[in-house]
């Protein structure tokens, strides 16, 4: 019943069960590109980007070559461990459980939560002082 609610919505209802070739949807590299673009163009990783410029003193391209560089180092890891998922039938994040084992993938996961909570603060914090910021502008 929960899934005829769910799913013209949009909502996905499978669980971390193998996907068929058969069943797959999003099978596009683009449908990825747009997924992982949409969820990094935020607020927060412009205001950190920024800080290129106004911390490390770098010019506006040195700025731009580092984050791509750096982006690109930090991706390839992620990339191809990506790459055993459509084979196995997996998302990329149950393999970790593959690859390190229960308590592996526990530690992991841990690590993976104050990650998250890391970059909440950070939002948090961006997200108020752009709210001050609109308010003090909307005053003046």
């Known amino acids: 019943m929960r899934r005829n609610l769910l799913e013209p919505r949009g909502i996905e209802t499978q669980g971390i069960e193998r996907v068929l070739p058969t069943s797959r949807t999003h099978i596009r590299i683009f449908d990825n590109f ?23 003193s770098l010019g506006f391209w040195d700025s731009v070559a580092a984050i791509f560089l750096f982006n690109a180092l930090g991706v390839l890891p992620v ?25 592996g993938a526990a530690i ?3 690590f993976h939560v104050v990650t998250c909570i890391g970059w909440s603060i950070v939002n948090v914090i961006v997200g108020g002082q752009l709210i001050f910021a609109l308010q003090r502008f909307s005053h003046e």
């Open 34 to 56: 747009t997924m992982w673009l949409s969820a990094n163009l935020v607020i927060s990783t412009v205001a950190l980007g920024s800080l290129a410029t106004l911390v490390f």
């Open 79 to 103: 990339a191809f461990f990506s790459t055993l998922g459509p084979k196995l039938g997996l998302r990329q994040m149950t393999i970790s459980r593959f690859s390190f084992g229960w308590v």
């Open 108 to 110: 992991v996961a841990l």
